[in-house]
């Protein structure tokens, strides 16, 4: 027999008579490279969520160390609402009326209003958890950054559904807390006069006497007979938004109507 022949035969008769052995040796080497390939997906399922928890550390750190406006979205209300899943996890800027206050310290749950429609009324509530010791309450006026976690629903007293975004926060900033009556703010420097025109001019100073800032001073100014009789007159607010305790801000009033008038009185309405 031709030895090319007997060298093809003798191989072929190894396989045969060893296929169980080069069977297992086959499982075995497919094993060892399926084993590499799960210790590589083990270790990028590490560094992926090794980078997903350093980046929630890092807006949990930017919420606590920095100042309320800095590295934080200023979102309108209906922006956050409509586009809820773009701002999760983001860290954002409000400011607004406290509504309700529920809980104790460190364990608040807060409704905000953060929308102003007018001087004296705010909508568009926000649900914030609030887990800071100091204590706020209705109707102050607040400022505050956290982290937006979702679109809430929860149930009024008359069973209606209410969805509202949820915030979660450490930082809140008392910028305004009403007065029960006008006593904390004086006015001073009051000077009425005639100018070139003869239009009717009233300026001064409000003064805040109190411990916290007020927001949006109106000023009212009537303009007297001699008689002491109120002829005309109209109102003003201070300039600025704000008035911080023992600091005075600027008004000024006119009327373009002529008139006579002998005197002038002014007083404050907080907004």
Not at 67 to 84: D, G, I
Not at 192 to 217: E, F, H, L, P, R
Request: net charge negative.
């Amino acid at each position: 027999m031709p030895l090319i022949h007997r060298m093809f035969q003798t191989k072929k008769s190894w396989f045969r008579r060893h296929w169980i052995l080069t069977t297992v040796l086959v499982l075995f080497a497919i094993g060892v490279v399926a084993s590499f390939g799960e210790e590589d997906n083990e270790e990028n399922t590490k560094i992926i969520n090794d980078s997903e928890t350093d980046s929630e550390i890092t807006i949990k750190e930017e919420t606590n160390n920095n100042s309320l406006t800095e590295q934080t979205l200023q979102v309108s209300y209906e922006e956050l609402f409509r586009n809820s899943e773009k701002y999760i996890g983001e860290n954002v800027y409000y400011k607004g009326e406290v509504i309700q206050v529920l809980g104790s310290t460190g364990d608040w749950t807060m409704l905000i209003a953060v929308t102003k429609k007018s001087d004296q009324y705010w909508d568009d509530n926000v649900l914030v958890y609030y887990s800071g010791t100091e204590r706020y309450l209705e109707e102050d006026l607040v400022e505050f950054t956290g982290i937006f976690s979702q679109i809430y629903e929860y149930e009024s007293a008359l069973g209606v559904p209410i969805q509202v975004p949820l915030i979660y926060t450490e930082n809140i900033t008392l910028l305004s807390s009403t007065p029960s009556s006008n006593e904390d703010l004086e006015i001073t420097d009051l000077n009425c006069y005639y100018n070139s025109y003869d239009w009717s001019i009233a300026s001064g100073s409000v003064k805040n006497n109190g411990t916290a800032t007020v927001d949006y001073v109106k000023v009212y100014v009537n303009f007297l007979k001699e008689d002491g009789t109120v002829i005309n007159g109209d109102y003003t607010y201070v300039t600025g938004e704000s008035i911080p305790s023992g600091q005075e801000r600027r008004f000024e009033l006119t009327i373009t109507d002529p008139f006579l008038w002998t005197d002038c009185e002014a007083y404050t309405e907080l907004s």
